[in-house]
C-alpha cells in the first residue's frame, strides 16, 4: 500500500494524472454533492502534437476552464478542471489545442466514467443510466453513439454475398427500420429508417461507401413485397431472390384463418378453434386434436384448406428434383378447390415461383431475421425512451451485433 505526503498527491495517483500534469487543488461542495479537482501543467513543460506527435514548447493557454465528468469519489460527483495549453507546432507550423490523456477530444467526460456508462448501457435501459449517474440521457447517447459507430466501422464486411432483409417497427404506428442481414456471418450490416425499396438505395449507397461493389450481393432473402422487389431488381441486379419459406407459409395460414372466420358464421363449433388450425398437427395438445376429429367429420371448407396447407408444408422437406413439380400440382389443386382464399393465395404464389423454388438452391430464409428479432426487442428496451430511431438503431447494432466497445486511449 502506497502512502502519500498528502491529499493532493493521493488524488493525482487515484486519478492516474500523468506528468506534466499534476493536482494543484481541490474542492468540496457538500451542497452540490461534488468534488472538484483542479488541473495543472509544470511549468517549461512540453506537449505532443496532436497532428505529427513531435514535442512542442507551450506557446500560450486557452482562457476558458475546462470540464471533464470523472467517476464519482464516494457518493460525490468528480469534475476535474483545466485549462488547456495551446502549443506550436514547428514541423506543422501551426498552433494547436493540446490533447489531454484522460479524455478524448471535444467531450465532457473523461475515458474511465465513459467506460463505465458504456458497460451500463449495454445491461441497462438508457433511461435508468442516466437516473444512476446523474446525467441527462442525450448526452448519455452522444457517447453511445460514439463507441457504436466506431465498432461498427471496425466491422470487416467486405465479403458480404448473401443478404437477409426485412422490416421491424421502430413504434407505435407506421414507422419502421429495415434490417439488412449477412446470412453468412450473422451479423446486422446497417439498420436503416423507412422501408421498401427506398431502403435498398441506401443499402447500396452504405455499400458503396464502404468501397465494397453492390455487384458483389450475389443472392438476397426477403418477402413478397413488391417494393423489396423493385428495389433489389433495381440497385441490385446481379442478385437473384429467394423468397422466405415462412413467409410463404404465413400467407397460407392467413388464407386458412380467413375460411374459418367466414365458415364459424354458420358453423358455432369452429369459434375459437383458431389456433387448431394454424398449429402443426404434432404440436396440439390433446384436448385440440380431439376437437380437431370431430371437426374434420363435418366435411368443412376449413379442413379443406387446412389439408391444402399441410400439402405444401411437406413440400419443404421433398428433394429439389421434384420441388418444381410438387408446387405446379399443389398451386392447381389449390385454385380448383373452390375454397376462395386459398385459390387466391396459390394464383398469387404462382407469380413467385422461381423466388419461392430456390430455396431448393439457397436453403435461405428470413428465420435469422426472426431469431434476431428477440434481441431488436431487447435492443427497444434498453432504448426505453429513446427521442429518435437513430437512438433505437445504435441500439440495435450494439444488442444483436453483440459489438465489443473498448472504451481507451487511443
Known amino acids: 500500500m502506497e502512502e502519500y505526503e498528502n491529499d493532493l498527491d493521493m488524488f493525482q495517483a487515484a486519478l492516474e494524472i500523468e506528468s506534466p500534469w499534476f493536482v494543484s487543488y481541490r474542492e468540496l461542495d457538500r451542497q452540490a454533492r461534488q468534488l472538484h479537482v483542479y488541473l495543472n501543467f509544470k511549468r517549461g513543460a512540453a506537449f505532443s502534437c496532436q497532428r505529427c506527435g513531435i514535442n512542442g514548447k507551450v506557446h ?6 475546462r470540464t471533464w465528468r470523472h467517476l464519482d469519489f464516494w457518493q460525490y460527483q468528480t469534475i476535474l478542471h483545466a485549462r488547456l495549453p495551446r502549443i506550436h507546432c514547428k514541423h506543422c507550423d501551426k498552433i494547436t489545442t493540446v490533447k489531454v490523456s484522460w479524455a478524448r477530444v471535444h467531450t465532457a467526460f473523461s475515458w474511465l466514467f465513459e467506460a463505465h456508462v458504456m458497460a451500463l448501457m449495454t445491461e441497462m435501459p438508457v433511461a435508468a443510466v442516466a437516473r444512476k449517474v446523474g446525467e441527462h440521457d442525450t448526452r448519455l447517447w452522444r457517447i453511445f453513439h460514439y463507441y457504436v459507430d466506431r465498432a461498427m466501422n471496425e466491422m470487416d464486411m467486405t465479403g458480404v454475398k448473401r443478404i437477409a432483409l426485412d422490416e421491424t417497427s ?11 442481414v449477412d446470412i453468412d456471418t450473422k451479423q446486422v450490416l446497417l439498420a436503416t429508417e423507412g422501408k421498401g425499396s427506398s431502403g435498398l438505395l441506401t443499402f447500396k449507397q452504405f455499400l458503396t461507401q464502404r468501397s465494397i461493389d453492390p455487384t458483389q450481393i450475389r443472392e438476397a432473402c426477403c418477402d413478397m413485397s413488391a417494393a423489396f422487389i423493385a428495389g433489389i431488381e433495381e440497385h441490385f441486379p446481379a442478385a437473384q431472390i429467394t423468397f422466405d419459406k415462412f413467409h410463404v407459409m404465413k400467407l397460407v395460414n392467413e388464407a386458412v384463418d380467413e ?7 354458420e358453423v358455432v363449433g369452429l369459434k375459437k378453434t383458431r389456433y387448431i388450425w394454424l398449429k402443426n398437427e404434432s404440436r ?3 384436448g385440440q386434436k380431439q376437437t380437431m376429429l370431430k371437426l374434420k367429420d363435418m366435411n368443412l371448407q376449413t379442413g379443406k384448406a387446412y ?14 428434383i421434384y420441388a418444381d413439380l410438387y408446387f405446379k400440382q399443389w398451386t392447381q389443386w389449390a385454385v380448383r378447390s373452390q375454397v376462395e382464399p386459398m385459390s387466391a393465395v396459390a394464383r398469387s404464389l404462382q407469380r413467385y415461383a422461381n423466388g419461392i423454388l430456390r430455396w431448393f438452391q439457397t436453403k435461405m430464409t428470413n428465420g435469422l431475421l426472426e ?9 427497444k428496451r ?6 429518435s430511431t437513430r437512438n433505437f438503431i445504435a441500439m440495435i447494432y450494439a444488442t444483436a451485433n453483440k459489438l465489443k466497445m473498448k472504451v481507451e486511449p487511443h
Request: overall charge positive; proline content about 2%; charged content about 30%.
Open 259 to 265: 375460411v374459418r372466420r367466414e365458415e364459424q358464421k
Open 284 to 286: 396440439l395438445t390433446e
Open 307 to 320: 389439408r391444402l396447407k399441410l400439402a405444401l408444408q411437406d413440400m419443404w422437406t421433398y428433394p429439389a
Open 60 to 65: 500560450d493557454i486557452v482562457n476558458e476552464d
Open 382 to 387: 434498453k432504448a426505453r425512451g429513446y427521442r
Open 371 to 379: 431469431g434476431l428479432n428477440s434481441l431488436v426487442q431487447a435492443a
Open 170 to 180: 421502430s413504434r407505435r404506428g407506421h414507422e419502421y427500420v429495415t434490417l439488412f
